[in-house]
Every structure is written in C-alpha cells, then in structure tokens.
C-alpha cells in the first residue's frame, strides 16, 4: 500500500511537471453562477467583476524541478522494502 501510493503521488508530479513543460501560462476564469449563489448582506460578500482571472505564469525551471522529484520519488517507490509475509 505504501509502496502504490508514493508512486502514484510521484507519477501525479511528474505529469504535472510535463504538462508544464508544454504550455506557457495557465487562465483561470471563476464562473459567474458562483457569485450569484452568495447571498448579499449589506456588500459583505460582493465579488469585484466578471473580468476578475487568475493567472499562473510558471517559471521554467518549475517543469524541470516538478518532473525530477516526481521521478525520484518512483524511484524511491521501486526501491523500498517488500513486505514480508507471514
């Protein structure tokens, strides 16, 4: 169990690492049904427009950094002790 799920987390970077290596920044839109739902007491809880995104502009050393720990940490997954049975 512990052996699969510290691949997995190293597969999930990894990927991450190599989906970063592909595009050049990430646009996050927040939709507008989500402000709609909140209710609206006394301009508590108002949203400051419709044009409001999130950018994620990575480095490009983050591609490469994300990819070599998510393929040490396989590594390090392959390496670890069998469990002994019995």
Known sequence: MLRSSFFSAG???ALWGVSFLMIDKLVLKSS???SSKQGN???L???SGPDRKKVIDPDDW????????GTVTMLYSVAL???KEG
Do not use: C, H, I, Q
């Open 62 to 69: 983050v591609a490469f950094t994300l990819m070599s720990v």
């Open 41 to 43: 007491f006394r301009g």
């Open 11 to 13: 597969l999930f970077v």
């Open 81 to 83: 002790p069998k469990k």
């Open 32 to 34: 507008d049904d989500a």
């Open 45 to 47: 809880f108002t949203s």
